[in-house]
């Protein structure tokens, strides 16, 4: 267990509609990360937050969203869902924002889009 | 860029050695190993950082060669609990501007046979 707890683990719904996937780090880290995982794409670095700010962006649609509350969790905003959306979606946390720090991974959100 | 990691599987005895190899085209300031297991989350591994080697478990070691950008991951006496895929994450020598992006190879899979 890394302490990274992420909910809902599955999630199915239609094209075009919008969802939120949550992300609660381990206690006492400051920073998320959040990745997408496909099958032709691989494990994508998506964006990263440190204590309520965005720290660095990767090739993040439009369409995608996220931030960071006082309370150290996160949420990815994903709106009109295309099929290709489909993929594990994970949060890592590490307790500082530097690239000299591990990065403990949830479970991920499974999503699956019909 | 993506890191390039080779082989692209390797299908290992139990107590048989392996070596994972990952290259980067870019000037890289750490190099971070993880394994999945199959529906898993990635688990951390260990970090090389340029200009340093730091082991994060007994029998399983890494090194960094910052003049070649390539660092390989030394599975010895392996085990059943071995087999997965292993993923090398990198981050660029940017200057301190990269945080914690972590930049994933395509990943090599690992498979041990009793």
């Known amino acids: 267990d890394s302490g990274v707890t992420q909910t809902p683990k599955h999630l199915i719904t239609a094209t075009g509609q919008r969802v939120t996937l949550r992300c609660s780090p381990r206690s006492g880290d400051l920073s998320v990360y959040w990745y997408q995982q496909s099958l032709d794409q691989g494990l994508q670095f998506l964006i990263q937050?440190?204590?309520?700010?965005?720290?660095a962006k990767g090739n993040i649609l439009e369409r995608f969203s996220a931030q960071q509350f006082p309370d150290l969790h996160s949420e990815l905003n994903l709106s009109s869902l295309e099929l290709g959306d489909s993929a594990l979606y994970f949060c890592?946390?590490?307790?500082?924002?530097?690239?000299?720090?591990?990065?403990?991974f949830g479970d991920g959100t499974r999503l699956s889009i019909l | 860029q993506q890191p390039v990691q080779s082989p692209q599987a390797v299908i290992l005895r139990e107590g048989e050695d392996a070596v994972i190899n990952c290259s980067s085209s870019k000037a890289l300031y750490s190099v971070h190993w993880y394994r999945q297991k199959h529906g898993e989350a990635p688990v951390f591994l260990m970090i090389?950082?340029?200009?340093?080697e730091q082991k994060g478990h007994e029998k399983i070691s890494a090194s960094f060669n910052e003049k070649k950008q390539q660092s390989s991951l030394y599975l010895t006496a392996s085990q059943l609990s071995y087999s997965g895929t292993y993923f090398c994450?990198?981050?660029?020598?940017?200057?301190?501007?990269?945080?914690?992006?972590?930049?994933f190879g395509q990943g090599t899979i690992l498979t041990v046979h009793p």
């Open positions: 090389l950082l340029k200009g340093g």
């Open positions: 937050y440190y204590n309520g700010e965005e720290r």
């Open positions: 994450g990198t981050v660029p020598n940017a200057g301190g501007t990269s945080y914690g992006k972590l930049t």
């Open positions: 890592a946390s590490s307790d500082r924002d530097r690239p000299n720090q591990p990065q403990h």
